[in-house]
């Protein structure tokens, strides 16, 4: 399965963004799809996640301003980003697990999201 993610670009702080991760399968089959940043040097996070039945987790620190949710019909996982902040800026992967845990988990190349002050 290949993940394709999208939507990234440059905004100012305040604003708003919506990331796309389409993939190449179905992915109605795939337990958990999550969307995950980074910064150079720094570890990848979890920024959100979304179960096959539609239970969702956050980060706290993007709690209350970012939404995500998936639309198997179109294989495509979305990343809702409102009042962004400079401390958002990273590249964002979105993740795909079959299973609740292990393998096989497929990655996306990344989008780079940049939040101007």
């Known amino acids: 399965v290949q993940l394709q993610a999208s939507g990234g670009g440059l905004v100012q702080g305040g604003g708003s963004l919506t990331l796309s991760c389409e993939a190449s399968?179905?992915?109605?089959?795939?337990?958990?799809m999550t969307w995950y940043r980074q910064i150079p040097g720094a570890q990848r996070d979890l920024v959100a996640l979304?179960?096959?039945?539609?239970?969702?987790n956050y980060a706290d620190s993007v709690k209350g301003r970012f939404t995500i949710s998936r639309d198997n019909a179109k294989n495509t996982v979305y990343l809702q980003m409102n009042d962004l902040k400079p401390e958002d800026t990273a590249v964002y992967y979105c993740?795909?697990?079959?299973?609740?845990?292990?393998?096989?988990?497929?990655w996306g190349q990344g989008t780079q999201v940049t939040v101007s002050s």
């Open positions: 993740r795909a697990q079959r299973f609740t845990s292990g393998p096989p988990i497929y």
């Open positions: 399968a179905s992915i109605s089959n795939m337990h958990t």
């Open positions: 979304i179960t096959r039945g539609g239970r969702t």
